[in-house]
């Protein structure tokens, strides 16, 4: 069907006879397609110019990377057989109707004197007056008090006019559009949606509830749509401006998507994104303690100390230095973390001697090969460090004993014992990154993170940390590593 749209003017990049492609803005004092949130398949009328040069017709839209093209279907031309003209550099392209759009409709408000109507017109007979009339609305304009009382089983192009907004709907065999030929405001987000969600692996949905306002005035109507369209993390329903979102409790079905949220008062629609995790926490039993900053259960966003989700009541606290260091609401990444500063962060505790695997989930906020990322996670002194990360060296773990029968291994992203400029090379910038550690045992009290050693440690955001008196496999460390959002690449 045929989709019509405002003030949108595009200038051609090129083209010739075929498909053509648009320039990236709008012609001067004019909307373009995205404004107008035009997507790939939209069918369009367009006229195109070109000096003394023209051609109307239908065209189909195509997006790729932010990129408009249309495919044409010329109906008239300036070209004697009314075939495409060459579209280069020089053309402009605008949106409009054309003739037959309006005519096709137009026959219906023309009373007919025969007794039959003529074929395409919607009529009904009047047998008081005699006639035919058009049957209501069936292409007329009916009239309504409010937005509200609009018809709810109108035909594609019915057309209403609502009193108490002065406002002209044409319905769209989806929704009633306003038409407006006015500069209009596009609707604001007065409850927006969180940039990032993790949905429970129980089950259990989320509710997001947003609201968005009309500076005119005019209503709001809600929806949404997903990317990937056929992600399998969850189902997803909507009431008005209230979505439920449902999780997925097949194993297979971890991963992230994203959810759009959007709002129209009937012309512009403004959009929100949230990216939602789904992932399913390996060996939740065999948990030894586990801590995560965006989990309000496990700190509240007010004091040091961090609650212990494994139920083991092993809690943590942070000791600061001053500086930087502390609690985070939104960190580099939209979510709460806790900001270590240069040696200013610490926290002592014994570990046990049953912790096989260990997990540092962390943002290195700079460049990591650039900066030359030199970091340490766990220490027991000065020069005495188990998990670390350094520029010389042969090994970025040192100073604990593999268990009995196992052999002690770390693990940056994915990949297995990296150098020290591998490991480097493996974090990425702008993502959660993890740090495993299998199989060291340590066997005295360490300190967690940031040993205050002058020069080696430096800024970086910390969102969770977790171990296991288990040996996890490469399989549940990945799906540990899976189970936050906004990683970095699994690639080992």
Not at 62 to 81: E, H, I, V, W
Request: net charge negative; with cysteine.
């Amino acid at each position: 069907m045929v989709k019509f749209i405002n003030r949108c003017k595009m200038p051609v990049a090129s083209g010739g006879a075929g498909t053509i492609t648009f320039g990236a803005n709008a012609v001067a004092g004019f909307e373009s397609l995205a404004d107008q949130s035009v997507g790939a398949g939209d069918e369009l009328r367009y006229t195109l110019e070109q000096n003394n040069e023209y051609e109307v017709g239908t065209g189909v839209i195509g997006l790729s990377g932010g990129t408009y093209t249309m495919t044409r279907t010329p109906l008239n031309s300036s070209n004697s057989d009314n075939s495409a003209i060459s579209a280069g550099a020089a053309a402009v392209c605008f949106f409009t109707m054309i003739a037959d759009d309006v005519a096709q409709y137009l026959a219906d408000l023309a009373n007919v004197s025969d007794t039959s109507p003529s074929a395409g017109q919607a009529l009904t007979w009047d047998a008081v007056a005699s006639t035919w009339k058009p049957a209501s609305p069936s292409g007329g304009i009916t009239n309504v008090s409010t937005y509200a009382n609009l018809p709810g089983s109108p035909s594609v192009t019915d057309l209403a006019f609502v009193t108490d907004q002065k406002s002209l709907y044409i319905y769209d065999g989806t929704e009633w559009d306003r038409i407006y030929t006015d500069t209009n405001a596009v609707p604001e987000w007065t409850t927006s949606p969180p940039a990032t969600g993790v949905l429970a692996s129980d089950g259990t949905a989320t509710v997001q509830t947003v609201v968005a306002s009309d500076p005119e005035g005019f209503p709001i109507e809600y929806s949404y749509d997903t990317n990937p369209s056929n992600q399998a993390q969850a189902t997803i329903s909507q009431a008005n401006n209230v979505f439920t979102i449902t999780p997925s409790t097949t194993v297979s079905d971890a991963g992230e998507f994203t959810l759009r949220y959007k709002a129209t008062d009937g012309l512009h629609t403004t959009a929100r994104s949230s990216i939602y995790t789904l992932g399913f926490f390996p060996q939740v039993d065999a948990l030894w303690g586990h801590w995560d900053m965006e989990n309000s259960s496990s700190y509240s966003g007010t004091g040091t100390t961090w609650s212990d989700l494994s139920g083991n009541n092993r809690d943590l606290t942070w000791t600061n230095v001053g500086g930087t260091a502390g609690y985070k609401a939104s960190g580099n990444l939209n979510v709460p973390v806790w900001e270590t500063g240069d040696n200013q962060s610490q926290i002592s505790y014994a570990l046990s001697t049953d912790v096989k695997t260990i997990l540092f989930i962390f943002d290195p906020l700079v460049d990591p090969v650039a900066s030359d990322f030199q970091q340490i996670f766990l220490s027991v002194g000065p020069n005495s460090y188990a998990g670390y990360f350094d520029n010389t060296g042969s090994g970025m773990v040192g100073g604990v004993n593999a268990h009995s029968g196992l052999t002690a291994e770390y693990l940056v992203n994915g990949n297995s014992n990296p150098t020290p400029t591998q490991g480097q090379a493996h974090l990425e910038q702008n993502k959660f990154n993890s740090f495993f550690m299998r199989n060291y045992n340590p066997a005295t009290t360490w300190t967690f993170f940031q040993y205050p050693t002058a020069g080696y440690n430096q800024t970086i955001q910390l969102r969770a940390i977790a171990m296991w008196d288990v040996s996890l496999t490469d399989a549940e460390m990945e799906t540990a590593h899976n189970s936050y959002p906004q990683m970095a690449t699994w690639d080992g």
